[in-house]
């Protein structure tokens, strides 16, 4: 039996979502393994200086960024919030090193940014030769010190950039693995839809009309209402579902809007399938995790991407044009527009075939990954980090 720790942050709703759902796949091929969640807010929230002086953890005060659209000048905070992890890396150590010891992992596993180098140093400082692993949960890193970073480790990445980047820092070949994709929920491999029409009328929709799913991650955003509006005062036919996370006033907003256009607005829901499954097309930003479903359920996206995006974020906007599974746009101002391209029968043809094209077994394959990095790490010899890495540059996205 192995003891497997996954560590997360409830930042953004990703990670969480990543790591829970490569535990449950876990349980059916690997059931002898031990794997556990790991919080990585709760361990660190006696250095949380926004908690300690404002009564908010970190994560909280990410996700009411998301919620209220406040993420212009986001590359510079995040630089900010980079000095404030390397300010307290001796600190952040020793929190890591008491959970190591107590808990006896064989491997640690992380699904987070920022906090790989402390979390790969305090793993080697107490138990070296183990292995770390670190899965980008983003298409892209975002250097540096975001995901990658120069110690050794093993690395699972979902598109061919991030395998370059790895290999550019000078991480051999052997500890870098490919995945197909990001890691999704099993159930976006399931049908959950027999009869789509009728579950349509069900919710009150038209079986005959192109149906857009509009979904800003787990905590919704204000930027429904705009593109609400917008397509409401357009000549467009067509219907949209509005998955709203747990932002249940902006549920109530749309649910009170008047409407020309049929829609279903829903708040928080694990079921995202089941509604991509009754859609034709998405519109939302360029998260991964969302990208990555709707692409996985044959869905052609709309996303936006400009000074607002965050800049982790924004590969995945060129990753969209370059395999030709969606329209990006600077501005969701150019919404009707570019849902009138999207429906026009033949573009949603091309664009449907081309998400078709992709195909995205992630969540299947890291199982067997994880198990080859145990076997391999088996037969090592801890290395120190030091000369191994001499080019520290990493090319431009």
């Not at 890291?366 to 088996?378: F, K, N, R, T, V």
Request: charged content about 20%; hydrophobic content about 40%.
């Amino acid at each position: 039996m192995h003891r497997i720790q996954f560590g997360f942050f409830d930042a953004g709703g990703g990670h969480r979502a990543a790591a829970t759902a490569l535990k449950t796949e876990l349980a059916t091929q690997q059931p002898s393994w031990d794997v556990q969640l790991v919080n990585l807010q709760e361990l660190l929230d006696p250095l949380d200086i926004l908690k300690k002086y404002f009564g908010i953890r970190i994560q909280d005060f990410y996700n009411s960024m998301l919620r209220n659209g406040w993420t212009l000048g986001s590359p510079q905070l995040l630089k900010a919030l980079q000095l404030v992890v390397r300010m307290n890396h001796r600190a952040t150590l020793r929190l890591f090193e008491e959970q190591w010891r107590k808990n006896d992992p064989d491997m640690v596993v992380s699904f987070v940014p920022h906090f790989n180098l402390a979390l790969n140093q305090s793993f080697a400082n107490v138990f070296p030769g183990r292995p770390f692993v670190t899965i980008l949960t983003d298409l892209a890193d975002y250097p540096p010190h975001f995901w990658m970073e120069l110690r050794p480790q093993y690395f699972i990445c979902g598109s061919e950039y991030a395998i370059r980047q790895a290999r550019f820092m000078g991480h051999p070949d052997e500890k870098i693995f490919r995945a197909s994709g990001m890691i999704l929920n099993p159930q976006f491999y399931q049908s959950q839809v027999g009869d789509r029409s009728a579950e349509q009328q069900r919710l009150g929709l038209k079986p005959e009309l192109p149906t857009g799913l509009v979904l800003f991650g787990g905590h919704g955003s204000h930027v429904m209402l705009e593109i609400a509006e917008r397509l409401e005062e357009s000549n467009l036919d067509l219907q949209l579902i509005f998955i709203c996370g747990k932002n249940e006033k902006l549920a109530g907003d749309l649910r009170s809007q008047k409407s020309r256009l049929p829609r279903f607005v829903e708040g928080f829901t694990s079921n995202v399938n089941y509604y991509m499954q009754l859609a034709d097309f998405f519109i939302g930003k360029p998260g991964p995790g969302s990208v990555s479903e709707a692409i996985a359920m044959h869905l052609p996206v709309i996303v936006e991407c400009n000074a607002w995006t965050l800049p982790q974020e924004r590969y995945n906007a060129q990753w969209v044009t370059e395999n030709q599974v969606g329209i990006v746009l600077r501005s969701f101002r150019e919404i009707a527009s570019a849902v009138a391209q999207m429906i026009e029968p033949g573009a949603l043809a091309r664009y449907r075939a081309n998400t078709e094209s992709l195909e995205n077994r992630a969540i299947f394959e890291i199982p067997a990954m994880l198990e080859q990095i145990l076997e391999l790490s088996s037969n090592e010899r801890p290395v120190e980090a030091g000369s191994l890495f001499a080019n520290q540059a990493v090319p431009p996205v």
